[in-house]
């Protein structure tokens, strides 16, 4: 199976891959707290923290009417609530910057995926951006009217484009799904698979240049920005965190074996840590 009919599958069929738990970890008072905001039953993947709760991808709906909807977790109340209660697929929750709402791949009903807009207020309909767009697995957007899309093809492949469509350029071919922009660092950052490797690569603000970093670990996919010159990933349940100026220094950072074996997706903002527990070997 291919990635593409596996990404696929995994989207329209959710219940057909290992279940997944999101987490949130935060240092208070020297001592890390680790909470669980969605159950251990079922799929909860790609958190991203706002200032008031995470927005996530989650399992709904049962037997044949499986798919994946939008949903938000409140700080505050400490409750979720579903936000997009449709008729098709939405996974991949963005902040859009131009308007409040949610930028979200959509797999629409004849099984295209492209990029739509989901406004946080109800009374509004939420609408496609781009007709021509497609299929688009993930996108990132910048400070600059712009954004990246990752493509699915054979390979897949790094997309630009400015939010007005008039600047339009492949940038990478067969990239990885974790797609980030650091606006501190002003740079877009994302994976390249190249030489039985996968790269670090970011693209900066500038010139547009692509820059391959570092290699990263043979198991990792993901990565979180933790501030503008650090990010982490995990191996296992241990996260590391690793310098973009000196990418030889790479320090443990936390170890959270007793929740799961193996953390894929991350998140990081405002010293809290979003995570995602796969279910553990043992308990499929």
């Known amino acids: 199976m291919n990635y593409l009919t596996c990404c696929i599958m995994a989207l329209l069929l959710p219940f057909s891959v290992n279940a997944s738990q999101?987490?949130?970890?935060?240092a208070k008072d020297n001592v890390l707290q680790v909470t669980?905001?969605?159950?251990?039953?079922?799929?909860?993947?790609?958190?991203l923290i706002a200032a008031n709760g995470v927005y996530f991808t989650g399992e709904a709906g049962l037997g044949k009417n499986m798919q994946t909807d939008l949903f938000f977790y409140d700080f505050q109340s400490q409750q979720t609530r579903n936000l997009t209660n449709s008729s098709v697929s939405e996974f991949s929750p963005t902040l859009y910057p131009y308007d409040a709402g949610l930028s979200s791949v959509v797999v629409e009903s004849d099984g295209t995926q492209r990029l739509w807009f989901y406004p946080f207020d109800t009374s509004k309909k939420p609408k496609r951006l781009y007709d021509d767009l497609k299929p688009v697995g993930y996108h990132a957007w910048g400070a600059q009217d712009d954004m990246i899309l990752f493509m699915l093809g054979e390979p897949h492949y790094l997309y630009y484009s400015d939010r007005?469509?008039?600047?339009?350029?492949?940038?990478?071919?067969?990239?990885?799904?974790?797609?980030?922009?650091?606006?501190?660092?002003r740079t877009f950052s994302f994976t390249v698979n190249a030489d039985s490797q996968q790269w670090f690569t970011t693209l900066d603000d500038e010139n547009k240049q692509v820059h391959r970093r570092f290699v990263l670990p043979e198991q990792v996919q993901d990565y979180t920005?933790?501030?503008?010159?650090?990010?982490?990933?995990?191996?296992?349940?241990?996260?590391?965190?690793?310098?973009?100026?000196?990418?030889?220094?790479?320090?443990?950072?936390?170890?959270?074996?007793?929740?799961?074996?193996?953390?894929?997706?991350?998140?990081?903002?405002?010293?809290?840590l979003a995570f995602v527990c796969e279910q553990r070997s043992n308990e499929q």
């Open 36 to 47: 669980a905001i969605t159950s251990d039953i079922g799929y909860h993947n790609q958190p």
């Open 22 to 26: 999101i987490f949130l970890a935060k």
């Open 225 to 272: 920005w933790v501030d503008e010159n650090h990010i982490a990933y995990a191996i296992g349940a241990k996260v590391f965190r690793r310098n973009i100026s000196n990418p030889t220094e790479i320090q443990p950072w936390y170890d959270f074996a007793e929740y799961c074996g193996q953390i894929s997706r991350m998140n990081y903002l405002n010293e809290t």
């Open 164 to 185: 007005a469509s008039t600047h339009r350029q492949k940038m990478a071919d067969d990239i990885g799904r974790s797609l980030s922009y650091n606006a501190a660092a």
